[in-house]
């Protein structure tokens, strides 16, 4: 008995490190910018966009990525990508897409045929374009100055941003929203239906499902069990009970689910 309940202590321990640590990444994530294969995605959904749209544009449904180049606030952080594209060899133009998550509208500039204005500069491999909005380009000198379209040399301090000016909380995606059918809520906020044809989960044969309803907690006032909302700890029970069928531990499969909860609580 001690030693199956040193094992239940080191996956309950191993359970509660987890969820400490998953607010902590949430609230990370939240202020977190997008990753450069995000934003790329971004840039091909609205070329997608623009293709289906029926507007009048050179892009087509093969217009593709072809390069990517990432744009620098004046503190040195990348605050969008500029990518180019191209259909079939064919230049056609590029998209500057912000790496903000709380902006109204991350497609920052485009255009089917023209070229970027920060290829202007002369430009080597390791020097850094500072972007600050709609075709404001600046070359980093790597001091504390940058130089202009115009080869004007100015103070980066100097320098406003239209890109963190547009950055709002309200923007902010949602974190938690109220599904309950997840296919429905899928097929009607993304490019459904959607249908699953063939799926795998390694532990599915081995779960036992329970819901917090299965546990009788203690009696009512009327001398009935009545059940409480447990939805962690039962969550926690299903994950052992796992565990424990799939690898075979008998000490934690053969005890009955309550005294099994009982030590999760």
Not at 244 to 252: E, M, Q, R, T, Y
């Amino acid at each position: 008995m001690k030693k199956m309940k040193k094992r239940l202590c080191a996956l309950l321990a191993t359970l509660l490190l987890l969820t400490g640590i998953t607010p902590a990444a949430m609230a990370e994530d939240n202020s977190a910018v997008l990753s450069e294969d995000v934003v790329q995605e971004i840039a091909g959904l609205f070329i997608n966009d623009m293709v289906n749209s029926g507007l009048e544009t050179t892009w087509t449904t093969t217009t593709e990525v072809v390069s990517s180049t990432p744009l620098y606030d004046e503190n040195g952080s990348i605050t969008a990508y500029s990518f180019d594209l191209a259909d079939e060899n064919t230049e056609k133009g590029y998209v500057v897409v912000a790496v903000y998550p709380d902006m109204e509208n991350e497609i920052l500039e485009f255009s089917d045929t023209a070229k970027p204005l920060y290829e202007e500069f002369s430009l080597a491999p390791t020097d850094k374009i500072v972007y600050t909005g709609n075709l404001k380009y600046f070359k980093d000198t790597g001091t504390n100055m940058v130089t202009t379209l115009e080869n004007i040399t100015t103070p980066k301090a100097s320098l406003n941003s239209s890109v963190k000016e547009a950055r709002s909380r309200e923007f902010m995606p949602s974190t938690t929203r109220s599904i309950s059918n997840p296919i429905t809520w899928a097929n009607e906020n993304y490019a459904g239906p959607f249908k699953a044809y063939e799926w795998r989960n390694n532990f599915e044969d081995y779960c036992e499902f329970y819901a917090f309803t299965d546990f009788k907690i203690k009696p009512s006032g009327n001398g009935k069990p009545y059940y409480m909302d447990t939805c962690v700890p039962v969550a926690i029970v299903n994950l052992l009970k796992m565990r424990g069928a799939k690898d075979g531990f008998s000490n934690i499969t053969e005890l009955y689910k309550d005294d099994l909860f009982k030590y999760v609580l």
